[in-house]
């Protein structure tokens, strides 16, 4: 369970590659992964999306790993997954809020890969509150039917099993300011890493993924969120960083009592816990008269 430095535009202060040059940099660490991963263990990767520099389009670099990795390695794709940050301010800037070409870049790729068709897994692990539709058509009955899709949806369908199955896309924030790894840097004076995933992130793969006892290592640790959670949920861990302030500074999610470590008071079906998107069109109303810019925002316009 990992996070490797993404290929970003922009140098950071743990390191991170040239888009162009990130496949073949990631290649020793693939052959590594392969070598020590177990034939029902998972291989899941937290990696960004990147613009090119100065265009306002995508680098295709975190899809040509995602194929590397498979083609060259012989990992297979058992799912890929969206982690949707709520929190993410409206990035890139110049695409977004000035020229006002693109929306904001608010997701990144998770490719949770396996050493062989079949790791082992279970979705009950990580399921969640049924939305309020669903409770009632639990409450009202659904007639069992023949969708005009194909898709014929029995009786089951409509039978009470307490929890829903989640989708592929993960919705959770990563709005991190107030907390002990915060305050435990500050008054150590260390530098916090700057690029932390939420604890959920690593929290929803391990639990769904592993047992009680196995071992989850993160070779790009940072922080080592990963650790923390893995100490909360009983698995054994390995964490792996090569700036040592960064190491020095993870240790202060150990100083406290990792039970009480990183987690929410409020109960499951708690409305606050969920985060909602409205349909594309509830702002739309009639036809836009303003017409589209005919170089495609090449030249910035002098009003937003």
């Known amino acids: ?74 990992f297979h794709l058992a799912q890929d997954f969206y982690w949707w940050n709520p929190s993410k301010l409206p990035t890139p800037a110049e695409w977004v809020t000035v020229r006002r070409v693109r929306v904001k870049d608010a997701i ?21 509150p049924y939305s309020d539709s669903m409770k009632e058509l639990l409450v009202k009955g659904y007639r069992a039917k023949k969708r005009p899709s194909g898709h014929d949806i029995s009786k089951k369908f409509s039978v009470d099993n307490g929890a829903a199955i989640p989708p592929n896309l993960i919705a959770t924030p990563n709005t991190e300011s107030n907390s002990f790894y915060l305050r435990y840097c500050e008054e150590k004076g260390l530098k916090p890493h700057p690029a932390r995933f939420p604890a959920d992130l690593p929290e929803y793969f391990i639990r769904m993924l592993t047992d009680t006892g196995d071992l989850v290592v993160d070779p790009f640790a940072g922080s080592c969120v990963t650790g923390e959670v893995c100490e ?49 069109g509830l702002f739309w109303n009639g036809t836009e008269d303003i017409p589209l810019s005919e170089d495609g925002g090449q030249k910035r316009s002098t009003s937003q």
């Open 108 to 128: 990144n790729t998770v490719w949770w890969l396996s050493k062989t068709p079949w790791p082992k897994a279970s979705n009950r692990r990580v399921l969640q």
């Open 232 to 280: 909360r949920l009983s698995r054994h861990w390995t964490c792996i960083e090569l700036i040592e302030e960064y190491c020095e500074a993870a240790l202060g999610r150990f100083k406290r009592d990792p039970q009480g470590a990183s987690r929410s008071t409020s109960k499951p079906d708690d409305p606050s816990n969920s985060y909602k998107i409205p349909r594309p």
């Open 1 to 74: 369970m990992t996070s490797p430095p993404f290929a970003l535009v922009r140098k950071k202060d743990y390191g991170n590659v040239e888009a162009a040059e990130y496949i073949e940099w990631f290649k020793p660490f693939a052959s590594a992964f392969k070598r020590v991963l177990k034939d029902r263990g998972s291989l899941v990767i937290d990696i960004g999306g990147v613009w090119n520099r100065g265009y306002p389009t995508r680098n295709l670099y975190h899809f040509k790993l995602l194929i590397m990795l498979c083609e060259e390695f012989g």
